[in-house]
T-cell receptor, first 113, second 109 residues
Framework: KAGVTQTPRYLIKTRGQQVTLSCSPI?????VSWYQQTPGQGLQFLFE???????NKGNFPGRFSGRQFSNSRSEMNVSTLELGDSALYLC????????????FGPGTRLTVL | TQLLEQSPQFLSIQEGENLTVYCNSS?????LQWYRQEPGEGPVLLVT?????EVKKLKRLTFQFGDARKDSSLHITAAQTGDTGLYLC?????????FGTGTSLTVIP
């Protein structure tokens, strides 16, 4: 069974631009969670989607948004990029809820210049 | 503000030594997970503990959940170079996971 895939793996943007990251969960998994990982703040929860609906949301500004499609694939978008948005963005998929077990993708490394 | 504090933050030991990593919080968690993350990869789940006082063993790794479900520890016996990585604890409260600050372990051959 294929694991969680994320595209692209690396991305370089400049301040003020926007970016869209993609995540394909493990086949059959309906829950997708997004996390931001930085050296200073560690791994922080962004939001979770289940059956195309945002079920939980972390404490991030509205510039961070996401969506989930009917095939469970998910995208997250960051608008008006800031230098502090440079991070590893991780996607994790679960059958129903991440509280039981979640599988992480390799992440997308975003650098904002 | 981090809900979960891990200690130590960095650990460098010789192969064959034992070590313990701690994960502490003032909050109560319904469950707690431990992950290991290697460079360029996402975290990989090692174990989930749900009952206060629970102890789980995974080969040379022993995980313990505190009686009050506020803290946890990970003990590695006879560390190997393959144990090198970033160890993360994550506590579930409500419908979210809160990750710890991480412990970067380096095992020197």
């Amino acid at each position: 069974k294929a694991g969680v895939t994320q595209t692209p793996r690396y991305l370089i943007k400049t301040r003020g631009q926007q970016v869209t990251l993609s995540c394909s969960p493990i086949s059959g998994h309906r829950s997708v969670s997004w996390y931001q990982q930085t050296p200073g703040q560690g791994l922080q929860f962004l939001f979770e989607y289940f059956s195309e609906t945002q079920r939980n949301k972390g404490n991030f500004p509205g510039r961070f948004s996401g969506r989930q499609f009917s095939n469970s694939r998910s995208e997250m978008n960051v608008s008006t990029l800031e230098l502090g948005d440079s991070a590893l963005y991780l996607c994790a998929s679960s059958l129903v809820t991440p509280l039981n077990e979640q599988f992480f993708g390799p992440g997308t490394r975003l650098t904002v210049l | 503000t981090q809900l979960l504090e891990q200690s130590p933050q960095f650990l460098s030991i010789q192969e064959g030594e034992n070590l313990t990593v701690y994960c502490n919080s003032s909050s109560v968690f319904s469950s707690l997970q431990w992950y290991r993350q290697e460079p360029g990869e996402g975290p990989v789940l090692l174990v989930t503990v749900v009952t206060g006082g629970e102890v789980k063993k995974l080969k040379r790794l022993t995980f313990q959940f505190g009686d009050a479900r506020k803290d946890s520890s990970l003990h590695i016996t006879a560390a190997q170079t393959g144990d090198t990585g970033l160890y993360l604890c994550a506590g579930a409260t409500g419908n979210q996971f809160y990750f710890g600050t991480g412990t970067s372990l380096t095992v020197i051959p």
